[in-house]
């Protein structure tokens, strides 16, 4: 009795749904938009931290602000880690990759590197930016091509030092074929050799930074996040939270689309409202932020400043100098553009048809007129 009595209690896993022998979870885990299955099951077992079983691999989804802050951030110090991947980083041969690397890799004293990226490539940023512009005077129906060549531009120069061309460039090209694997190969569960392996606000350096410009780019990037469920991070101890026993060895799983969907932060999560994060025309301090979407804690993304400094100004550049509308068909109907996208790591928007035209004859001049400033 006396050693039943000293028997220490084991706590009980976060809830999640029913597990089968051996195969645990494999067989209902979704293939496509999981991030909308994991916030339906979030919903189902009342909880904002869920726990599932890849084949005997330990998974735990975090669908709420607190939960991932409380242990991405607040404990770093164990979390901070990242999975195995065989398919990224083995098979694909990703292994050199600081995104998907072990905290304690080779590639860690590179992080900080892209702190300096920001500030160094603003110059190379307006010059790009500017490009589109007028690339957009000339051939309007392909802006979303030049918007991908003009960040690969920018990247590529930032990081290589090289001049893209200004389509068909090889490097972009490349670029563009290697992400395409590599972003499917992050998504947990999507293959199944991972399971069995046998801004910061605007940048102050802008004068004059719009707040609604602002508001509008956080908003977009809450409303559609780049990538709706994080890279996952890895407790190698075992944890506790909220009573649960967070088992060692578990892939912790930040659902960041249920988190910018929490209708307890951003009331009408799915509608469109930049309004959100400003209050008497000015930013709102105290708005929640939609800067989770670059993670959590040690691992968050290191371009962070860098993306959102290139948003900025090509936002701010194109409303400012353009027209954008919904399009007319033949018929004279208007055409509602489609907001359908990809169901990958990274939410890419599917074609869809629109119009941009110059807002005036000056604005056109003025675009024009960026060529004497290369």
């Not at 909880?47 to 599932?52: A, G, M, N, P, Q």
């Not at 880690?81 to 065989?86: C, G, I, N, T």
């Not at 907001?339 to 000056?362: G, T």
Request: charged residues 20%; contains cysteine.
């Amino acid at each position: 009795i006396y050693l039943l009595q000293r028997r220490p209690i084991k706590l009980p896993l976060p809830p999640g749904p029913p597990k089968l022998p051996v195969l645990g979870n494999l067989l209902d885990h979704p293939s496509t938009l999981e991030w909308e299955t994991y916030m339906e099951w979030s919903k189902s077992y009342n909880s904002d931290i869920l726990h599932l079983s890849m084949a005997g691999k330990s998974v735990v989804i975090l669908s709420s602000m607190n939960a991932a802050v409380d242990l991405l951030q607040k404990r770093s110090a164990i979390y901070s880690d990242r999975v195995r991947l065989p398919m990224v980083n083995e098979l694909m041969r990703w292994e050199f990759n600081f995104g998907s690397s072990p905290f304690a890799s080779p590639q860690a004293p590179q992080l900080p590197v892209f702190d300096q990226l920001s500030n160094s490539t603003r110059p190379k940023q307006l010059s790009a930016t500017h490009r589109l512009l007028r690339r957009s005077l000339q051939r309007p129906d392909r802006l979303l091509e030049d918007l991908r060549n003009m960040v690969g531009e920018i990247i590529i120069g930032s990081a290589y030092g090289l001049d893209v061309l200004p389509e068909d460039d090889p490097y972009v090209k490349l670029a563009e074929q290697a992400n395409a694997g590599l972003i499917q190969g992050f998504i947990p569960g999507r293959f199944l050799v991972d399971s069995l392996p046998i801004l910061k606000y605007v940048p102050r350096w802008f004068p004059g930074s719009g707040p609604y410009t602002t508001a509008l780019m956080k908003e977009a990037i809450r409303w559609k996040p780049t990538a709706p469920v994080w890279i996952p991070h890895f407790v190698g101890v075992e944890d506790e939270y909220r009573g649960y026993r967070i088992p060692a060895g578990s892939v912790v799983i930040p659902n960041i689309w249920a988190i910018l969907h929490d209708e307890a932060l951003y009331p009408e999560p799915y509608a469109f409202r930049p309004e959100r994060f400003l209050i008497n025309g000015k930013l709102d301090p105290s708005a929640p932020t939609s800067d989770v979407a670059f993670g959590y804690g040690r691992r968050f993304c290191p371009g962070q400043d860098l993306s959102l400094s290139i948003l900025w100004i090509t936002m701010a550049s194109i409303l400012a100098t353009f027209d954008i509308t919904k399009a007319v068909g033949e018929d004279g109907k208007v055409i509602e553009p489609s907001c359908d996208y990809s169901s990958a790591f990274v939410l890419v928007p599917l074609p869809f048809e629109y119009s941009i035209k110059p807002r005036s004859k000056e604005s056109e001049a003025l675009i024009r007129s960026t060529v004497d400033q290369e």
